[in-house]
């Protein structure tokens, strides 16, 4: 089995911010600048198999963190989100929020923001 990336990145402390059960890092291949992880130090693959304590430990770094990123990034918005399963998306088996930071007129419309994970469905305000 591969070894885990996260495991293997809190084992080695290469975080940027981190309490008693959760941890934060850049996204290793971000979509915008400043797109950050946040994830359980405990390996565990689905979100909601967390406990109440690992998921509020993300919740408290996911608000550090979106602090920190206004602050040297300055963006005008976020978006944040978990994929749970792989038919959700979900590619790396360790649970793991996403914060990303969006910026003006990074994409054309970003009307629907996460709707867009089904892609036919994302546009509801046709005619507006
Ligand atoms: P998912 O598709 O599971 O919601 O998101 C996995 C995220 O992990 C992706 O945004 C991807 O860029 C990121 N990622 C994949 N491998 C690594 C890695 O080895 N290190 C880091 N820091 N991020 C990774
Ligand atoms: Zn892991």
């Given at each position: 089995?591969?070894?885990?990336?996260?495991?293997?990145?809190?084992?080695?402390?290469?975080?940027?911010?981190e309490?008693?059960?959760?941890?934060?890092?850049?996204?290793?291949?971000?979509?915008?600048?400043?797109?950050?992880?946040?994830?359980?130090?405990r390996?565990?693959?689905?979100?909601?198999?967390?406990?109440?304590?690992?998921?509020?430990?993300?919740?408290?770094?996911?608000?550090i963190?979106?602090?920190?990123?206004?602050?040297?990034?300055?963006?005008?918005?976020?978006?944040?989100?978990?994929?749970?399963?792989?038919?959700?998306?979900?590619?790396v088996?360790?649970?793991?929020?996403?914060?990303?930071?969006?910026y003006?007129?990074?994409?054309?419309?970003?009307?629907?923001?996460?709707?867009?994970?089904?892609?036919?469905?994302?546009?509801?305000?046709?005619?507006?």
């Amino acid at each position: 089995m591969k070894p885990c990336p996260f495991c293997a990145r809190i084992a080695a402390g290469d975080v940027v911010a981190e309490n008693d059960l959760a941890a934060a890092f850049p996204d290793g291949f971000p979509v915008s600048p400043g797109h950050t992880l946040i994830v359980p130090k405990r390996h565990e693959a689905d979100f909601f198999a967390l406990s109440v304590e690992e998921q509020e430990a993300i919740h408290v770094l996911t608000r550090i963190e979106k602090e920190r990123l206004a602050g040297e990034y300055g963006p005008s918005a976020f978006n944040v989100g978990v994929n749970v399963g792989a038919d959700a998306g979900q590619t790396v088996g360790h649970a793991h929020m996403h914060l990303i930071p969006r910026y003006p007129g990074d994409v054309e419309d970003p009307r629907g923001g996460i709707r867009w994970i089904i892609p036919d469905k994302a546009v509801y305000w046709q005619g507006d």
